[in-house]
């Protein structure tokens, strides 16, 4: 089993930053994707970044330039650095990993954070 367990959100006036974090515990395999989504107030939980083991990267247009995705594989954690924030962002935001335990990958989701972009 693995355990995610998110940090760093908040209230924030727009143009602001936050870093959300996500510590990983448990049995993590080698090969894995983490990354972040994000769920908005009746909208569906859309993607925001990934980055896999090996470093590669992937963001929304819609926070190209403005976020960036990282990772510490010794601590098992993964971080969003959020700048220019804008109203719309705020949502609720899930951390996910996704590792393959040879056979199959398998998906865990973190309890999620609250960020608030608001004047």
């Known amino acids: 089993q693995v355990q995610l367990v998110e940090s760093g959100g908040g209230l924030v006036q727009p143009g602001g930053s936050l870093r959300l974090s996500c510590a990983a515990s448990?049995?993590?395999?080698?090969?894995?994707?983490m990354g972040w989504y994000r769920q908005a107030p009746g909208k569906q939980r859309e993607l925001v970044a990934t980055i896999t083991n090996s470093f590669n990267t992937n963001y929304a247009d819609s926070v190209k330039g403005r976020f960036t995705i990282s990772r510490d594989n010794a601590k098992n954690t993964v971080y969003l650095q959020m700048i220019r924030l804008k109203p719309e962002d705020t949502a609720v935001y899930y951390c996910n990993l996704a590792h393959f335990d040879g056979a199959r990958w398998a998906d865990y989701w973190g309890q999620g954070t609250q960020v608030t972009v608001s004047s």
């Open positions: 448990g049995t993590i395999f080698d090969i894995n994707d």
